[in-house]
């Protein structure tokens, strides 16, 4: 349901003196795309239920109001009831605009704040497609964008691909700050709770100069919402059962608007057991959450605001106890398996290692200053704890201590000024320290897998934007110094500790250009050049990686990879019906790091492992998005979605690993005009999901080829239950209905079992 | 004020870890039932995965004989030794170990030792040699095996699953 909507909304209030209870509240509703007048839609004053409906015109009429404090609550078909918040003191004349569907508005518009207006692409899931599915992970809930694809580890572990991109090579931004943690694992996932987030947010870029982070161009964005300006307590309620793990998800938020400060607090927690493939339980993947946030706002003046953000969020997750492998045999056992070993009958919610916990504090302090009317301030403190244990089957009792034991502290300071001068031009420009300080909590009876660390950075960049009628000019440049100090430790004997230190400077340039044709056609025109020094895992990594069964060793001499990448994307929008976007990139990547298998196998008491070094290639990324909404009658919404991509390992002459196959999304969704005493907003959709083999793959690059192509069916329906003044929003997803058997190339569990079967997703969400 | 809090911190160098479930040595003593000099076989890895290469010495087995063998396991990294046999042992239920050979060589096994449940562990075997032949025997120490599994508690591994903790393989002559 991904057209429904974020809000817009604005109002301008213009009143004439009035009597004691004889106010009239008079309006008109518009689309804040097309500035067409909203007819049918229905409104609700909720303290004294008056209600009124909006003509042809989008106009509509509320007599003999009592002055007073009112929430009017707006509802129209195809769009999320809004409720707006305002005092009455004399008659009124309101101008609300609504946002009527998203793929129909410009990104600009769907952030909901200007800074974000530039050349570059961005995707957007809002809040209600979110709060639909926020049982899923974030990269889960982001995948449903084109060219955006997961890497997972079972259905509790997933991490986010954007253009054959991940993990270091992307940046993940939590209301502003780089999420931390140990991001470089192929199955850590990014400690974020998507029901935080307002929207979500994929920056299909280039270069990304704003922000730190070791990216190569494409950045995520969680941006949790604005607190209402609403001086009463409101909030939300969400429940979501989800019948595939039998897992239940409880949501609260709360918000308010204090005479001296607001706040939000929003708690999530999860509880989930065994998945089920189409014919077995998967045993050991429960999954637990619980999370909280707490968002604090205060404004000292028209020109100074102040906000401060805490989360913490903490997880613990089981991993397929059939996967847990000791070495070459039992993989090659287990690949050979139809059924995974250790699979049991019964459902469980156990969790027993092998498992993850993980638990993340992220703190943040934010001021705003507007030093004059175009020239603004933002400092942003932020700091990050991450504890990350990972459990084992171990002998002589030893499961129950973590394997792995990692605690890292992350702090963070930015400096953000932007001008804006008379003719159009815009200035941006900042600073940026990072310090990162990783520690192996010792006890784990292991030679740690990554050594402790403290890395630290400082950064300075300048971006300029020249905006000229229909064309829109963006050019910027970032420096980077970054100071490694490392300690990996050897496994000879007696064990040594070394000292390792390394430099580097890292410079990024981007360019960009917006060019409006006309009212219809849009062209973004992207390219940059990125550097990214290695981390500390590709640089002193060393020993047995558990769950790929191979010894992997890292390379102390790598060098900073560095990109090209360039980005055309193309937007056609005809009248209010339809909406085309065709986005197509091409990045090469000089001194790409990647791990590469050696012919040699190493002897260990366990039998041979193969061995990976960290290796530099050249590497090329191209591939295409291709989005196009159809909206025939205001009843109906099409959606199809395609992605393309190619990676390449130029110099051997291979496929890179980890890159998605082609594929394809339908999505078709009816939206019923029944406004009923009880059942409203009927909606009823049915989507087709293809996904493509990756081909590109050898069978001396991985130890099983990419499983099939395979197509999955959804079904959906949402409705809204009305019970006197309450209204409870309603959804029920049926996916892969037809419970089908397949195996997924980018979730490593493909070794070892099916991917998931039939499950059925019910939410309820309720408003006050 | 923030420069100076982000260069202050200062690193402190690690202690490497005590690896105590390691498993660096692997003795696989055979001493004829009718009396006579011991066989031993080692596989010897002291750095654990990677570093050197493991050090194996193989033996010689005499034909028509009875052995009366028995697994050991060190850890040798640690001192004193720590001797991990002990663990296995007390996980008996957890742990069995396998016996496989390559097709031409000439000789069979049977386990001795059982668990709580009474199915096998394999620490201790007898071992009959046949003719004069030579092959390669494989021992593999299996953490978590389903011993009720179709041909698991006879010592086929087929269907053992669980994850391998001990895989080596020795020459070995019968002459």
Not at chain 1, 24 to 52: R, S, W
Not at chain 1, 686 to 692: F, K
Not at chain 2, 64 to 72: K, V
Request: proline share 3%; aromatic share 10%; hydrophobic share 35%.
């Amino acid at each position: 349901m991904k057209a429904l909507l974020v809000v817009l909304f604005s109002f301008v209030i213009t009143s004439s003196f009035s009597q004691h209870c004889s106010i009239t509240i008079k309006g008109h509703l518009y689309d804040t795309a097309t500035e067409e007048p909203l007819e049918f839609a229905n409104l609700l004053l909720e303290e004294n239920l008056q209600g009124a409906a909006s003509d042809i015109d989008g106009h509509f009429e509320l007599e003999n109001v009592c002055p007073g404090d009112y929430h009017l609550r707006v509802s129209h078909i195809g769009c999320e009831t809004q409720t707006f918040f305002f005092q009455i003191k004399n008659d009124t004349n309101l101008h609300i605009h609504l946002n009527h569907s998203s793929e129909l508005l410009d990104e600009v518009l769907v952030h909901g704040h200007e800074e974000d207006h530039s050349s570059a692409v961005s995707a957007t899931i809002d809040e209600q497609q979110i709060s639909k599915s926020a049982n899923e992970n974030l990269a889960d809930l982001l995948s449903s964008i084109a060219g955006v694809a997961t890497l997972s580890n079972g259905a509790g572990i997933s991490k986010p691909i954007v253009h054959g991109l991940f993990g270091n090579r992307i940046t993940i931004l939590n209301n502003e700050v780089e999420q931390a943690g140990q991001q470089w694992g192929n199955d850590h996932a990014p400690e974020i709770d998507p029901f935080v987030a307002n929207h979500l947010s994929v920056v299909k870029g280039a270069a990304a100069l704003e922000y730190g982070g070791s990216n190569l161009g494409s950045i995520i964005l969680v941006e949790p919402g604005n607190i209402s300006d609403d001086p009463h307590l409101h909030g939300q309620l969400n429940y979501i059962y989800n019948s595939n793990g039998r897992g239940s998800n409880f949501n609260t938020q709360f918000e308010q608007k204090l005479a001296a400060f607001s706040w939000k607090l929003t708690t999530t927690f999860k509880n989930q057991g065994d998945s089920k493939s189409s014919s077995y339980f998967l045993r050991n993947t429960g999954r637990r959450e619980a999370n909280v946030a707490l968002q604090l706002e205060k404004h000292w003046s028209s020109s100074w605001a102040t906000n401060f953000y805490y989360s913490y969020f903490s997880t613990t997750i089981g991993i397929l106890r059939g996967s847990h492998i000791g070495n070459t045999t039992d993989l090659s056992l287990a690949l050979e398996k139809e059924v995974p070993f250790f699979t049991e009958e019964k459902f469980s919610r156990e969790i027993d290692a092998p498992k993850q916990e993980v638990a993340h504090h992220l703190a943040k302090f934010e001021a705003k200053y507007l030093i004059s009317e175009n020239k603004a301030l933002k400092l942003i403190f932020a700091s990050q704890l991450n504890d990350r244990k990972e459990f084992d089957i171990r002998r002589g009792g030893r499961s129950e201590t973590p394997a792995l034991s990692l605690s890292q502290w992350a702090h963070s300071f930015d400096a953000k000024y932007s001008q804006e001068s008379a003719n159009n031009l815009l200035l941006k420009g900042g600073l940026q320290l990072r310090l990162k300080d990783n520690t192996n909590v010792p006890g784990t009876g292991f030679n740690p897998l990554i050594p402790d660390f403290r890395k630290s950075s400082i950064a300075a960049y300048a971006i300029t934007q020249k905006d000229l009628e229909n064309v829109l000019l963006e050019l910027g440049a970032r420096i980077e110094q970054q100071s490694l100090l490392a300690f990996p430790i050897t496994n000879t004997v007696p064990k040594e500790v070394l000292r390792e230190e390394r430099n580097f400077t890292n410079y990024s340039l981007s360019a960009g250009l917006k060019y409006s044709v006309n009212e219809a056609l849009s062209i973004n025109l992207n390219t940059g050049l990125a550097q990214r020094s290695p981390e500390v895992n590709e640089l002193y990594s060393n020993g047995l990686h558990q769950g790929v069964s191979g010894i992997e060793r890292g390379n102390a001499n790598l060098q900073p990879e560095l990109s090209l990448k360039s980005i055309i994307s193309i937007d056609y929008k005809w009248k209010n019906k339809a909406l085309l976007n065709i986005l197509a990139y091409y990045q090469n990547v000089d001194d790409f790091i990647y791990l590469e298998p050696q012919r040699e196998f190493e002897l260990t008491i366990r039998g041979a492992f193969p061995l990976f070094l960290y290796r530099q290639t050249k590497a090329r990324i191209y591939g295409l998005d291709a989005n196009f909404h159809f909206e025939p009658t205001k009843h109906l919404r099409m959606n199809l979605k395609y992605a393309y991509i190619k990676g390449i390992d130029v110099t051997n002459d291979q496929g890179l690993l980890n890159i998605p196959g082609n594929n394809a999304n339908f999505e078709i969704n009816y939206f019923s005009d029944l406004q009923g005493k009880f059942i409203r907003n009927f909606q009823l959709g049915a989507e087709v999901q293809h996904q493509n083999q990756q081909k590109d793959i050898s069978v001396d690059q991985d130890f099983a080829l990419p499983p099939e192509a395979y197509t999955l069916l959804n079904f959906k329906t949402a409705f809204d239950i009305h019970i006197g003044k309450d209204e409870l929003k309603c959804a029920i997803t049926l996916k892969n209905a037809l419970n089908l058997k397949y195996r997924d190339y980018l979730n490593r569990l493909r070794y070892f079992a099916d991917d998931l079967g039939r499950n059925i997703v019910f939410r309820v969400n309720y408003k006050f | 004020m923030v420069v100076a809090l982000f260069s202050s911190c200062k690193k402190d160098e690690p202690e490497p870890d005590n690896e105590e479930e390691l498993i660096t040595t692997l003795i696989y003593t055979l001493t004829p039932e009718n009396g006579g000099t011991s066989v031993v076989f080692t596989f010897r890895d002291l750095d654990g995965d990677g570093g050197e290469v493991p050090v194996i010495v193989n033996g010689v087995l005499a034909a028509n004989t009875t052995y009366d063998t028995e697994i050991q396991l060190l850890n040798e990294a640690e001192t004193p030794t720590e001797v991990i046999t002990t663990e296995v042992k007390e996980e008996g239920d957890e742990h069995q170990l396998f016996y496989s050979q390559t097709v031409d060589l000439d000789m069979s096994f049977a386990y001795v030792d059982v668990d709580d449940n009474g199915d096998p562990i394999g620490i201790v075997t007898k071992l009959e040699t046949g003719v004069a032949s030579s092959g390669m025997y494989k021992i593999t120490l299996r953490h978590e095996p389903n011993k009720s599994a179709t041909g698991v508690s006879s010592g086929d591994i087929t269907n053992a699953g669980g994850s391998t903790d001990i895989e080596v393989t020795f020459d070995v002559i019968i002459q």
